[in-house]
């Protein structure tokens, strides 16, 4: 199976910036796309940004221009840049990944246990 570990959530004030990671791990499995949701209390868990192998990415219309999405070169990390974060950034950031079970030759969708961002204002 595949394991999605995140890190880099924690308190930050507005205007600040925060940089989460996430690698996944496990046997028999290639990654096509990798991003990022989150759930800001009382809300749905919605996108923030995806990125694919190629590297092409996708933003949600409320972090355009502040949030950057990356992928490592082993294609097994992802990194979400967060700059000139707002208190309604606040949220649990969740890592997502869209992966090819080798084994069986199945996609599946697997997600992290999540990464507290706190922005104070």
């Known amino acids: 199976q595949v394991q999605l570990t995140e890190s880099g959530g924690g308190l930050v004030q507005a205007g600040g910036s925060l940089r989460l990671s996430c690698s996944a791990s496990g046997n028999n499995f290639r990654i096509k796309t990798m991003g990022w949701y989150r759930r800001a209390p009382g809300k749905q868990r919605d996108l923030v940004a995806t990125?694919?192998?190629?590297?092409?990415?996708n933003y949600a219309d409320s972090v355009k221009g502040r949030f950057t999405i990356s992928r490592g070169n082993s294609k097994n990390t992802v990194y979400l840049l967060m700059s000139s974060l707002r208190p309604e950034d606040t949220a649990v950031y969740y890592c997502?990944?869209?992966?090819?079970?080798?084994?069986?030759?199945?996609?599946?969708?697997?997600w992290g246990q999540g990464t507290l961002v706190t922005v104070s204002a």
């Open positions: 997502y990944a869209g992966v090819l079970i080798t084994d069986g030759i199945k996609d599946r969708e697997v």
């Open positions: 990125i694919t192998s190629e590297r092409s990415t």
